[in-house]
C-alpha cells in the first residue's frame, strides 16, 4: 500500500514537474515569437478596457512585448517567459529591430488565475532604454516599475520608468512587475540575425535588420501621436531608402536545448 501511495505521488508530483521541465527548454521558433508579440499588442492595445495602454503606447521610449509568460508549476513559485524589445528613435522616425529577452522571477499572485499571461512593458524614458543594454537587471532596481491602471475611462498619473500591463485567460490584470529580472537573449539575437550583437548594436546603431521585424514595428509605430508637421501614415524618406535595400537574412535554427527557458533562467523559488 506504501509502495502504490509513493507511485501516486510520483505521477502526481514529479512527472508533472517534469514535464514543465521539458516545456521551459523546448526549441523557439524567433520569427514566431515575434509573430505572437504583433497578435499580442494588437489584442491588447485595441480592447476598449486598455485606454492607458493605449495612451502610453502614443508616447513610449520602448516597448518589450511578452507572448506567454508561463507559471513555474506545482514545485515553484516564479513564472518566465520570452519576448521582444524595440525601442522608439525620433531622428529616424521609427522603431528600432527587435532584440530578444526572457522575464524572470515573475510574482504574479494570486490574480494570475490561469497558467499562462500576456504582458506589455512600456519604456516611458531614456533610463528605461538605456537600463535594456545590461545582460541582466531587476525591474525596480536601476529603473523603476508600476502596473498600469486597467478598465475603460481610467487613469493615473504614473511616474515610473516602466509601466507594465498584462492579461490572463482574457481578464486583464493591474500587475506590478518590481523584482523581476530581465536578462539578454545572445543565442536569440544570435539565431536571428546570423551574428553575434549586443542589444546597443541592434537598437542603437542599427547594425543589422530583418524584414520579419518590419510587420510588428510598424504596427507599433501606427498607434503614436504624428509628429508635427509630418503628415500621418507619413514614412521617412530614409527609412524607405534602408527598406529597398534590405536583404532577408536567413533565420538560424536554435541548437536542441538552448531555445526556450530553464527554470534557472526563471529563478524560481521553491515553496
Known amino acids: 500500500m506504501k509502495k502504490f501511495a509513493l507511485l501516486s505521488l510520483l505521477f502526481v508530483w514529479v512527472l508533472p514537474a517534469m ?8 526549441d523557439v521558433d524567433p520569427q514566431e515569437l515575434i509573430d505572437d508579440a504583433r497578435e499580442t499588442l494588437r489584442d491588447m492595445a485595441r480592447h476598449p478596457d486598455y485606454e492607458a495602454l493605449q495612451s502610453d503606447l502614443e508616447s513610449a521610449r520602448g516597448v518589450l512585448i511578452f507572448p506567454r509568460v508561463v ?32 522575464l524572470g522571477s515573475v510574482s504574479l499572485g494570486i490574480q494570475f488565475g490561469g497558467e499562462v499571461a500576456e504582458v506589455i ?39 515610473a520608468d516602466f509601466v507594465s500591463y498584462a492579461r490572463s485567460q482574457g481578464a486583464f490584470l493591474g500587475m506590478s512587475l518590481e523584482g523581476s529580472r530581465l536578462r539578454v537573449r545572445d543565442d536569440f539575437n544570435e539565431a536571428y540575425y546570423g551574428e553575434e550583437l549586443r542589444p546597443v548594436q541592434i ?11 518590419h510587420a510588428l514595428r510598424e504596427e507599433l509605430a501606427s498607434y503614436r501621436l504624428p509628429s508635427a508637421g509630418e503628415p500621418e501614415g507619413a ?27 530553464t527554470i534557472d533562467e526563471m529563478e524560481a523559488e521553491s515553496i
Not at 525601442?87 to 530578444?100: H, I, L, M, N, T
Not at 537587471?137 to 536601476?142: E, M, P
Not at 546603431?205 to 520579419?212: E, F
Open 121 to 159: 512593458i512600456i519604456a516611458r524614458s531614456r533610463n528605461a532604454v538605456d537600463s535594456m543594454f545590461a545582460d541582466v537587471f531587476r525591474l525596480g532596481g536601476d529603473a523603476s516599475v508600476a502596473a498600469g491602471p486597467v478598465g475603460a475611462g481610467r487613469s493615473a498619473t504614473v511616474t
Open 235 to 261: 514614412e521617412p524618406e530614409e527609412q524607405k531608402g534602408e527598406a529597398q535595400g534590405q536583404s532577408l537574412q536567413e533565420v538560424q535554427p536554435i541548437e536542441p536545448g538552448s531555445g526556450g527557458l
Open 203 to 213: 537598437i542603437e546603431a542599427r547594425r543589422v535588420d530583418n524584414p520579419g521585424t
Open 19 to 26: 514535464a514543465q521541465a521539458q516545456l521551459f527548454t523546448r
Open 71 to 102: 507559471r513555474g508549476g506545482f514545485f515553484v513559485g516564479g513564472s518566465g517567459g520570452l519576448g521582444v524589445f524595440m525601442a522608439w528613435d525620433d531622428e529616424r522616425g521609427d522603431y528600432s529591430p527587435v532584440a530578444f529577452y526572457s
